[in-house]
Every structure is written in C-alpha cells, then in structure tokens.
C-alpha cells in the first residue's frame, strides 16, 4: 500500500503530538504526583508510536516505544518525577522532533539515538539517582473507590479471595489486545474482574506497555491462577499478590450498601468505565475542521485581490454611468464582497499560541542552562494574526526571549541581594487594538544600564559623545537595536554573537510593524512589537497631491483636519501645528515625494494628523478624496528602498495610487 498520500497528514499530526507531549511535559514539571498528565503524555506518545511504525518510519517508533516504557513507569509509580528524568524525556523529545523535520524536508527521518535510549533504559533500570531502584509491590498501585471497597470487602467476608496480579507480556507481542482478551477470559472462568489499570479501554486499543493489572475475587488458588495464565503464549511473568482491602486508600463516589456478591460485581462491571478513567471528561461534539494547505489559502487570497480591485473598478463605472440598477447591483455585490472578505481573512487568521507554545520549553531550558529560575507567564495566547505574519514572528520571540533571560533575569542569589525573589518572571503578552496586535515581551530583571549602552554605543562608532549628551533615555534604549551592538561581556551560545536586536528590528519593520524598548533600572524593561493585523487587504484614505493620488492606512490615523494658515507655526525651522494642546508637526508630502506642479496652500491646508507609539504628525495634502479598502501591493525588490512608501495599489480608474508608510514619517 502506497502510504505517501498519508504522508503531510502524518507530519501534522506528529506534530500536533509533539506540541502535547512538550506542553504536558512542562505541567508534569509542576504537578509531579499527578497521573493524569502522565496518562495524556503516555496516549500522545502512543499514537506517535502507532502512526510512525504504520508509516514505516522505524527509529521514530523505536525511540517513542522508550520512551513509552519510561512514562509507563512514572503512571504505575515505579520511580518518581526529577528535573534529570524530564530533562531524558525532552532530549528524546529533541530527537523526535528533528525526525519529523528531517521527514518533511523529504529525508529518511534516521537519526543516532543510542546515547539517549540508554538514558531512558536507565531510567527503567531505575538506576536514577532520585529515583527507586527496586520495582513496586502490585497492591501499591491500585486505588479503589468507595464502591469498589465494599464489593472487594464483601468478597472477603464470603470467602473469596482478592488478588491483584500483575501480567507481564513478552517484549515482541504483537497482538497485545488479544493476549489481554485471553488473560481476561481464564480469569472470569476462575472469578469475577472487579478493576484494571490501565482501563478496559486503553487494554483494548493496546494503550499500555507490556504490563497490566488486574484485581480478581476467586476461590481458585493463586498457584492454580498463575499456572492458566503462564500457560497463555506471549504472556512472560504473572505475580499474584493479596489485595489489601483492610482500609480504602481513596475516596470516590457515593458509599454504597453491602449487596451479595453477584449483583455488586454486576453493578461494578457496569459503573467500572466511569470508576476506572478519572481523568476522562464528558463527551464534547466534535469540532467539524478541515486541514488545508496554506498555499491554497494564498492562492485564494491572491484571486480576492483581483476581485477587490475589479470591484473597486466596477463602483467608479457605476458612479461615472449613474444608472439605477447598475448601481443597485454593484452595492449588493460590494457587501457580499466585503462578507467574502471577512471570511477569507479569518481563515488566515492564527492563534499566536502556534508560535507561543514553543517558549516555555525554551525557556525551561535556557534557565537551567544560565543557573537561573524563571517563570514564564503567557498572556492571550488566543490572540489571532495573519499566518503570513505569524510565519515571520518566531524567531525575533526568540531573540527577545533570550535577551530578557540572558541580560535582563539577575541570577538568584543577586535578585535576593536586592530583595527580589529568587525566581524570575517573564511575560509574554498579545493583545489587539484598532488594526494591530502588540506583543510585549517584560521581565523584572536588572533593567538596562544607561551608561553602559551609551558607552558601547560610542566605542562602536554608532553615536557621537556630542550627538549622545543630547539623547533621551528612550533613544538611548533604542541604541540596542543597531547592527552589531552587544552588551555581553563574552560570547556564549546564548548571546554576544553581534546578531540580535538589530535582527529583530528589521524582521518587524518589513512586516509594517514597529519595536520599542523601555527600561528602568533594577525593575526590569520591556519591549513591545507593533504588527498589522493583515498584510494584503487594508482600508485607506485616498488624498490628492497635485495630478497624484496616495493613500494612508486607516489604522495610522487619529483624524482628518483643516488648518488655518496662520495657525502654522515654526520651531527649529520646521513647521509646527497646535493639535488639541500638542505641538505637532507639519510634514508637507508635496515636499517630500518631490511632486511636480504641487499647487500652493491656499487659506487652508488639508492635514491628516498620523500616531506612530505616542507620537504624533500632520501630513499636509491638497484634498482627501474618501476612504477605500485597496490591495497592497510590493513594490518589488528594485524600489523596496523608496523612503516612506510602504506599496502600491491599483484603483478603480486603473490608476496606480502609492501607500504612505507613516511609521517612517512621524520622527
């Protein structure tokens, strides 16, 4: 059978898996004593295991198969939890996931794991320092509920015998489902089934190992039990040990009275799904989702944008004709147009969490790396952006990210010297407002050091000491964004390889965004990303320049106004107006896109009043002309230079209008 039809849908879903197994990883970190997480870890590698060995990928299902082995362990409580145990099983995972890239990049998806299957084999060795050495008595590992309790306790009292037997099957079982079936029949002939671990369920979808357990009341000797079972092929070992039913060792359920034997046990077998799989939860509909390929989503946002501009066209004809139906009919299909939009644009749209979810490993890592304690805290990871953007954010996180850990989190013995918790804390933070999402990065670390980025800055060469006395201290900050500039005193993995901030910066600003960085020493600082919500579909304000027609983006401007002539001012030879009580800027565009045959202000000018951050400015133009949604487009890689045009876009008359990059206007 031809498996490579399945083989995009593998990877996803792999990958899906690995995002689990990471994410639960890092709870099990917190919570170690709690089995449901382990379970859910144990179900994601399973699935892994199952899917990779369909495929054909076998040192993927290998490794996964270990590291199975091992979370077996931790859910049946052979060892406990330590950071050297999670940090084996995050190696694995490490591998794991450079197979699955290795796959997708169309490699063979082979890889040496040797040294990290030998950990793990340690590990099930119990050979960990914090961990056991021995193995656990099976009568540990079951908890029985109240109802359970009685009929277990009711048994004993009518002569049975309660057993708890363990059975082991042979490593190279293959149908595991069946051999379960098997040992489930030879003990209902010999008694009655009262629980299981793992759950009926997970033993029939083969969700466990190679171990099981199973309590039993019976009159049949426990000689006479283990000898059946042995003889059942593939099984390898059976131990049968007493159930210790003096006393309940967990509280579940209602308490129930004492009823014969055999109708409690009927009762059991028919509450035992409920009783068996605590961290099961009430069955949700479906999501009804479709995967689709995001090359099929640009296509179709490519197909929109032409039907945008022919609308665009279409409006200005019917305008030009003034014929009644004609107009009618383009105003219905402009608002099932801009309804086709909307929903063309949020499927685009992705959760932040896709890029987000990578950070708390890492930074679990880099702190151990660094001898320091941090506290990631993620806040509105639901936050959706385009996946244009999204594909684009990643790695600058990750330089900022690693700067708030490496320069910005103090170790903790200095954070104590300052009267700080010895714990750092990093936050991540998205949120929309107006047509943008920001992104802030903040920790409570050292802050950053004025003096020491100003005489970095002028041993580099990147500000003068005359230009530097004249710097506020959010420029100064601002000075770490220049190529090159570090302030690590050495070079490390982490940092101080000269690339960095200035990566970030030019990543951001080529997506139309913008980052800012403030700071107050011993607090911390905090540095925040400005993004557009969409990258190709954006509303505007058409203006006129002369002969020439250009648009700003809506999500740029506070409000349009109309300025009096002798309410023009001049500071510092540049022209100045009274905003509300702001002084503000006058930025003449005829001026500074040099347009020919630029009409002279009359009485008054027509000015466009622009924020980037909490600055603002005034653009000065001869007439606005009326807002419109436009396609941007690039301007190609010949003019990706022209200063303060961000593209173009084609109007309804076929004209070709500029789009104002304000960002790079408002100083």
Same mark, same amino acid.
């Given at each position: ?512 965004? +913008?980052?800012? !960085? @403030? /700071?107050?020493? %011993? ?7 400005? =993004?557009?919500?969409? $990258? *190709? ?80 400015? +005034?653009?000065? !133009? @001869? /007439?606005?002309? %009326? ?7 690039? =301007?190609?890689?010949? $003019? *990706? ?27």
């Amino acid at each position: 059978m031809d498996m490579s039809q399945y083989l995009d849908l593998f990877i996803d879903e792999s990958k899906d898996h690995l995002q689990t197994i990471n994410e639960r990883l890092l709870e099990l970190e917190k919570s170690p004593d709690d089995v449901a997480i382990v379970n859910e870890i144990f179900r994601a590698a399973h699935t892994l295991k199952g899917m990779s060995a369909t495929m054909g990928f076998e040192d993927l299902a290998n490794l996964t198969h270990q590291m199975e082995n091992v979370l077996d362990g931790l859910r049946n409580h052979r060892f406990s939890v330590t950071p050297e145990l999670l940090d084996v099983i995050f190696e694995a995972v490490d591998h794991l996931e450079a197979m699955i890239v290795s796959i997708a990049e169309g490699g063979d998806g082979k890889r040496d794991v040797s040294e990290t299957v030998r950990r793990l084999r340690q590990i099930e060795r119990g050979e960990t320092p914090e961990g056991p050495t021995g193995g656990v008595a099976p009568s540990s590992e079951h908890a029985y509920g109240e109802f359970e309790y009685h009929v277990l306790q009711q048994a004993q009292e009518q002569g049975f015998s309660v057993y708890e037997i363990r059975v082991r099957l042979r490593q190279d079982c293959l149908l595991k489902a069946a051999r379960v079936y098997m040992v489930f029949e030879r003990l209902n002939e010999a008694g009655e089934i009262v629980k299981s671990t793992p759950s009926v369920d997970l033993l029939e979808e083969e969700q466990f190992d190679q171990e099981f357990l199973v309590t039993v009341v019976s009159k049949v000797p426990a000689d006479e039990l283990q000898k059946q079972l042995m003889s059942i092929s593939e099984v390898e070992q059976v131990e049968i040990a007493a159930a210790a039913v003096g006393e309940r060792t967990e509280a579940a359920g209602e308490k129930a009275a004492p009823e014969p034997l055999g109708v409690a046990v009927a009762e059991q077998a028919a509450a035992q799904a409920e009783a068996e799989a605590p961290e099961k939860t009430p069955a949700k509909q479906a999501a009804k989702t479709i995967r689709v390929n995001i090359e099929r989503l640009d296509r179709l946002m490519n197909l929109f944008e032409e039907l945008v501009v022919d609308r665009g066209r279409l409006e200005q004809i019917s305008r030009d004709l003034n014929h009644a139906e004609l107009t009618e009919t383009v105003e219905r299909m402009s608002r099932i147009s801009s309804d086709l939009q909307t929903i063309i644009l949020n499927m685009r749209m992705v959760p932040v969490e896709t890029v987000f979810n990578r950070f708390p490993r890492m930074v679990r890592q880099l702190a151990r790396d660094l001898g320091k304690k941090v506290r990631l805290e993620v806040i509105g990871a639901e936050t959706e952006l385009d996946r244009t953007v999204i594909d684009e954010i990643g790695d600058p996180l990750v330089h900022l990210i690693r700067n708030a850990l490496d320069h910005g989190i103090e170790a903790p013995d200095v954070r104590m010297a300052h009267g700080k918790p010895e714990e750092g804390l990093v936050q991540l933070r998205a949120y929309h407002s107006g047509n943008h999402v920001f992104i802030e990065i903040e920790d409570d670390g050292a802050g950053i050091s004025r003096e020491k980025v100003l005489q970095k800055a002028i041993k580099r060469g990147i500000v003068s000491p005359e230009a530097a006395a004249q710097l506020t201290d959010q420029q100064i900050y601002g000075l770490i964004f220049a190529p090159g500039f570090s302030t690590a005193e050495q070079v490390s993995d982490i940092s101080g390889r000269g690339v960095g901030l200035d990566v970030v910066k030019s990543t951001i600003e080529s997506l139309g965004g +913008a980052v800012t !960085v @403030d /700071s107050e020493p %011993g607090k911390g600082s905090l540095f925040s990303i400005q =993004l557009p919500l969409t $990258l *190709s579909i954006i509303s505007v304000l058409l203006v006129q320049i002369a002969e020439e027609t250009y648009a700003i983006p809506l999500s740029s401007i506070i409000e349009t106004a109309l300025v009096k002539k002798e309410e023009i001012f001049s500071t510092h030879n540049q022209p100045v107006i009274d905003f509300r009580g702001k002084i503000v800027p006058l930025v003449r565009l005829k001026e500074v896109f040099d347009v020919p045959r630029a009409s002279d202000d009359g009485e008054a000018v027509a000015a466009v009043i622009v924020r980037k951050g909490e600055k603002l400015a +005034a653009l000065a !133009v @001869d /007439s606005f002309i %009326g807002q419109q949604e436009v396609v941007l487009k690039s =301007l190609g890689n010949y $003019l *990706s230079s022209v200063f303060a045009i961000s593209g173009a876009t084609i109007l309804g008359d076929g004209r070709v209008a500029l789009i104002i990059d304000c960002n790079a206007l408002v100083k």
